[in-house]
């Protein structure tokens, strides 16, 4: 049963531009919610017109996996956001909006809505120079704000090779610094795992994917998980502390 005036918190991944993740982590980093916190409803809001997350979602229905009875999931119109996510807030603990890769209507709205923002990266120059505009929208949506959001960043389909992953992160994380009192980078990356792309195929979140002790890329991309949700988490109850001691 949905109790009201949960004051929810609303989440996003994003980015401007496509094929980084920001789905695939979206999706991943709600399910991780609403399996290790059963008692937090949890609610997926498609904004973006290509449907992604809500084929995701009939991928995992057609292949007979059972939905949490703490997760739902709706449809919106990027115009429709700003009057939907009000209400969204009161009936849910926590609302994760994937929105369009671009700066389009939903993407700023989701801007001035949201308590918290991961930026998904690329260590790639293609996506390291579409960084300005992201901040170009989030500044443009700070001036319209009514209250705090935060904002960090994390790389994703990195190279699952330490050595590579390390010197392609560092260089985009030069352009990243520009940015640092705006942003936070996270301490975690997902790696490029072939697992990922599994289960956007079967529809199932990692977290829940069973996997063998000898399924070393599994195994870690669970892990890579476990890391992303335990920053949420902690992000969230920092949000929480500093919004009661006002």
Do not use: W
């Not at 969204?88 to 700023?108: G, H, M, R, T």
């Not at 990266?121 to 209250?147: D, H």
């Not at 960090?152 to 260089?171: E, M, R």
Request: aromatic share 10%; net charge positive.
């Amino acid at each position: 049963m949905i109790t009201e005036n949960k004051n929810g918190m609303v989440i996003t991944v994003t980015n401007s531009k496509g094929g980084v993740g920001k789905t695939d982590s979206n999706f991943n980093l709600g399910y991780a919610a609403a399996i290790n916190e059963p008692d937090k409803s949890v609610l997926f809001v498609n904004a973006d017109n290509q449907k992604t997350l809500e084929h995701r979602f009939g991928r995992r229905k057609s292949n007979g996996f059972k939905d949490l009875d703490n997760v739902t999931f709706d449809n919106c119109t990027a115009a429709a956001l700003k009057h939907t996510i009000p209400r969204y807030k009161e009936l849910y603990d926590y609302i994760f909006i994937d929105v369009a890769a671009n700066s389009d209507d939903s993407a700023l709205t989701s801007f001035v809505f949201c308590d918290l923002i991961y930026f998904v990266l690329n260590p790639s120059k293609s996506c390291t120079e579409v960084i300005p505009s992201i901040i170009k929208g989030m500044t443009k949506a700070i001036r319209v704000r009514s209250s705090a959001c935060v904002y960090k960043s994390f790389y994703s389909k990195v190279s699952p090779l330490p050595h590579v992953a390390s010197a392609q992160i560092a260089d985009s994380n030069r352009e990243l610094a520009k940015y640092a009192s705006i942003i936070t980078p996270c301490d975690f990356s997902l790696a490029y795992r072939g697992v990922y792309e599994k289960c956007s195929i079967t529809g199932e979140c990692i977290t829940e994917r069973k996997v063998l002790k000898s399924d070393i890329s599994g195994n870690k991309a669970k892990a890579e998980i476990a890391a992303f949700y335990e920053d949420f988490k902690n992000t969230v109850e920092l949000i929480k502390s500093v919004g009661d001691s006002k």
